[in-house]
Each structure stands twice: as structure tokens, then as C-alpha cells.
């Protein structure tokens, strides 16, 4: 059933309701949710023309528009979140990906570019980010990606072949290490990326509700102190990497101090790097295996 409803009417009409809804950007976030449904371009939007949509398509926007208005993030609105260059499809069974996090993934192609065959375990890969912009950026890298959450992994895999490099990810679920603990990678794993959960119980409190009502839990509830995860990798982490071996930890705000205490008192790290993103917060820490 057609409307008598063009597609600029329909945008005023998104427009409107954004702004209802006290969205901040509603003239932007609507051009982008109409644009997007419709798969139609700004200019045509803006013009007068006279087309006219149809009741399924209308609907359709519309429900878009209310999921938005209802503070859900524009990103699971639209499925996708641009990352290190790449579109990475998201919903909400995964963390929407940060830019901060593309930090890791530098860090790891500064150190391993030129290793031959490097073989490195993104830990609680959510929608792949990190683990399929390793495996584009180094060629000779085997990459393993792990999660607890199968929907998550199921994000991971069409990622990984929306950007041509299923073949070159193993996708296994599991908790941290365990996955792969019994298999042959014992002691063979030149690097863990890792940005598992790490927000603390106080933080969670003052998150925002398009954060703390809509990205799942267990991406970002690290326990009281937001470290309890990361404790535990350290502790899986000796029997998978190899002699020299490293992870790569993101942290937030005031997490770099504690965690570093926390390599310190282990016979098997030690710190090699703490680097700041680019609001000079220590986001990343990289250790290193040392000892036998
Ligand atoms: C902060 S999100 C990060 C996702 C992705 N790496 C990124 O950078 O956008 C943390 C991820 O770790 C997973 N996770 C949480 N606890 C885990 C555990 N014990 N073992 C494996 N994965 C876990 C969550 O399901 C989630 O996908």
C-alpha cells in the first residue's frame, strides 16, 4: 500500500520525533536512521521531490525512530560501527567497539609486523573488532577469537566474513583461556589482546542508561574493582604464551596503578608498557612473560 507520504516528509516527520525525544544530534541521527531505511542520499531528502513510500517501508522507519527515541544507541538502531577503518556489524548481544580500543590493535602491529608467523588470542572478541583488524593489518598472523557468549560469536563470524578473513579466525566460545588450555597452543601464543570487562561497581552506577540499558552486562561488569577478570587472565595466561610472550590489556580510568600492583606480585609478568589514549588516560597495558 503506497502513502501519501514522500520521503522529505518523512524525515521532517523523524526529525520531529528525535527532537521530541530530547535526542541531541536529531537532525543528524534522523538524516542518518532515514537515509539508511530508505537507502536513499541527503540531497534527495532535502529536495522537493514528489515520491510517495509505502506503508511497510514507513513502518519500518518508524520503529527505527521509536527504538532510537527510546535511547537505544544509534548504533544497534543502524547495526554497524565503523572501527580501525572497517564497518563491523553490531547488535546487542555485543559492546558497541570503541575508538579507544583501537589503541590494542596498534600496539600489536607495531610489535609484531614483522614477526613471521605470529599466533595471537583476542580474549572476549565481542563483535571481532580487534581479532579481524589484526588478522587484515598482518597476513602471517593466526588469530584465535574467543568469547563466553555464543550471539556474540555469531556477530564475530559475520564480520569476519564480511571483511574476507573467516578463514584465517578460529572462532571458539568458552570462558578466558579454558577453551584452548588442553590443546596444542599450550605455551605457543605470542600475544593475548584482551578488552574484557573492567568497569567497577561504583563506576556502573554512574554509567549512562544508553550504556547500562542497552550494551550487555557481561562485556562490561569487571566486579567491585573492575579488575576481577583480568586477575584471572594473568593467572590462565603463563601455561598459554609462549616464553616471551605478551597481553595487552585495555583498562579505564584509575585501573592502571592497581592492575600494574597486580603484575608486580607475579613470579610470571613483567610491565614492558603503559600507554595513554589520546585523552591521556593509561588505557592499555602490556606485559610480558618472564621466568620459566
Ligand atoms: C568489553 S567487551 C569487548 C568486546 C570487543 N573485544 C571490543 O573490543 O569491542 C568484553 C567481551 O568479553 C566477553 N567476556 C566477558 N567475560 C568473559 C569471560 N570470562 N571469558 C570470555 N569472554 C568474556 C564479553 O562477552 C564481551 O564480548
Known amino acids: 500500500m503506497t502513502l501519501s507520504i514522500s520521503s522529505s516528509q518523512l524525515y521532517r516527520e523523524a ?45 519500518g522507519v518508524i520503529s527505527l525512530l521509536e527504538r532510537r527515541a527510546s535511547r537505544e544507541p544509534l548504533q544497534y538502531v543502524l547495526e554497524n560501527q565503523d572501527f580501525f577503518g572497517l564497518s ?66 555469531q556477530v564475530a563470524r559475520i564480520n569476519a566474513m564480511k571483511h574476507g578473513v573467516s578463514s584465517r579466525i578460529l572462532l571458539v566460545v568458552g570462558d578466558l583461556l579454558a577453551p584452548l588450555l588442553s590443546s596444542g597452543l599450550a605455551g605457543k601464543v605470542t600475544a593475548i589482546i584482551a578488552n574484557l570487562p573492567y568497569i567497577s561497581h561504583e563506576e556502573w552506577d554512574r554509567l549512562s542508561p544508553d550504556v547500562k540499558d542497552f550494551e550487555p552486562r557481561l562485556a562490561l561488569d569487571g566486579g567491585p574493582d573492575g579488575l576481577d577478570v583480568y586477575r584471572r587472565l594473568l593467572e590462565e595466561a603463563p601455561d598459554v604464551l609462549a616464553s616471551d ?4 590489556m585495555e583498562i579505564g580510568l584509575g585501573q592502571a596503578d592497581p592492575l600494574c600492583k597486580v603484575i608486580t606480585g607475579s613470579k610470571f609478568f613483567k610491565v614492558i608498557k603503559v600507554q595513554p589514549d589520546l585523552q591521556d588516560i593509561p588505557r592499555m597495558v602490556c606485559v610480558q612473560r618472564v621466568g620459566c
Open 15 to 59: 526529525i520531529d520525533r528525535l527532537n521530541k525525544a530530547g535526542i541531541d544530534n536529531a537532525q543528524r541521527e534522523a538524516l542518518w536512521i532515514v537515509e539508511e531505511a530508505l537507502g536513499t542520499t541527503r540531497l534527495r531528502l532535502l529536495s522537493d521531490e514528489e515520491d510517495s513510500i509505502d506503508h511497510v517501508t514507513y513502518q
Open 88 to 153: 563491523m556489524v553490531v547488535n546487542p548481544h555485543v559492546l558497541i567497539p570503541r575508538p579507544e580500543s583501537e589503541l590494542l590493535v596498534e600496539e600489536v602491529i607495531a610489535r609484531l609486523g614483522s614477526h613471521s608467523q605470529p599466533i595471537i588470542w583476542d580474549v572476549g572478541t565481542g563483535s571481532g573488532c580487534l581479532a579481524i583488524s589484526v588478522a587484515k593489518a598482518l597476513n602471517n598472523a593466526v588469530v584465535i577469537a574467543s568469547d563466553r557468549s555464543l550471539l556474540a560469536l
Open 245 to 248: 610472550g605478551v597481553v595487552y
